[in-house]
């Protein structure tokens, strides 16, 4: 199989907003002549369409990672920043090198490659859509897993992100190991 001369790689993340758990980053190269239908930006699809594209994604790439940043890094350095370093991470993490990120935002961080950011990327590149993708279902299926380890704040249904259910839960039940502390409402409740 011949490459295509510049490899192009999509970058986005996911799990910016949300009051715990890790933000979760992915990058990937699609392959041209195997193009996959119906990507899109991951907000915009069902979790069935999700999880489908997930699967088709992850067999006809030619490379996809998951990078990330922990709670404590979060924490530390700023959810903007720890961003950054998930999608440095998936990048690194791919088996081959890109000439090319596109980078869902208004800024991209420095890759061994050059970048360029695209504001609305993850809905006008597949490239991006596929990363987008990717990230939503590695970090949602985390936050199910963090549900089982850590019961009673629904991390299973919001995922983490600042919904009634989420904050009530957060009042009775206290901060939790994966909760961010840095982040308003949870460091009121530490205060």
Same mark, same amino acid.
């Given at each position: 199989?011949?490459? !295509?001369?510049?490899?192009?790689?999509?970058?986005?993340?996911?799990?910016?907003?949300?009051?715990?758990?890790?933000?979760?980053?992915?990058?990937? $190269? +699609?392959?041209?002549? *195997?193009?996959?239908?119906?990507?899109?930006?991951? /907000?915009?699809?069902?979790?069935?369409?999700?999880?489908?594209?997930?699967?088709? @994604?992850? #067999?006809?790439?030619?490379?996809?990672?998951?990078?990330?940043?922990?709670?404590?890094? @979060?924490?530390?350095?700023?959810?903007? #920043?720890? %961003?950054?370093?998930?999608?440095?991470?998936?990048?690194?993490?791919?088996?081959? *090198?890109?000439?090319?990120?596109?980078?869902? =935002?208004?800024?991209? !961080?420095?890759?061994?490659?050059?970048?360029?950011?695209?504001?609305?990327?993850? %809905?006008?590149?597949?490239? @991006? %859509?596929?990363? %987008?993708?990717?990230?939503?279902?590695?970090?949602?299926?985390?936050?199910?897993?963090?549900?089982?380890?850590? !019961?009673?704040?629904?991390?299973? #249904?919001? /995922? =983490?992100?600042?919904? &009634?259910?989420?904050?009530?839960?957060? *009042?009775? #039940?206290?901060?939790?190991? $994966?909760?961010? &502390?840095?982040?308003? !409402?949870?460091?009121? +409740? @530490?205060?």
């Amino acid at each position: 199989m011949a490459l !295509p001369e510049l490899l192009v790689c999509g970058v986005d993340e996911v799990g910016r907003g949300p009051l715990a758990g890790p933000v979760v980053a992915a990058a990937v $190269i +699609l392959d041209p002549v *195997r193009p996959i239908a119906g990507l899109d930006d991951s /907000k915009k699809l069902t979790e069935k369409r999700r999880e489908r594209l997930d699967g088709e @994604i992850r #067999q006809h790439a030619l490379a996809w990672a998951i990078g990330r940043a922990e709670v404590e890094e @979060i924490d530390r350095i700023n959810i903007l #920043q720890a %961003s950054l370093v998930a999608m440095q991470r998936a990048v690194a993490g791919l088996v081959m *090198r890109p000439g090319l990120a596109l980078v869902d =935002g208004n800024r991209a !961080p420095v890759f061994d490659c050059p970048a360029r950011a695209i504001v609305g990327g993850d %809905s006008s590149e597949a490239c @991006i %859509s596929a990363a %987008s993708i990717i990230a939503k279902v590695a970090r949602d299926r985390e936050m199910i897993e963090l549900d089982r380890e850590h !019961p009673g704040y629904g991390f299973a #249904q919001h /995922k =983490g992100y600042p919904t &009634r259910l989420h904050l009530d839960a957060l *009042r009775e #039940q206290g901060v939790s190991p $994966i909760h961010r &502390r840095s982040f308003g !409402p949870v460091r009121r +409740l @530490i205060d």
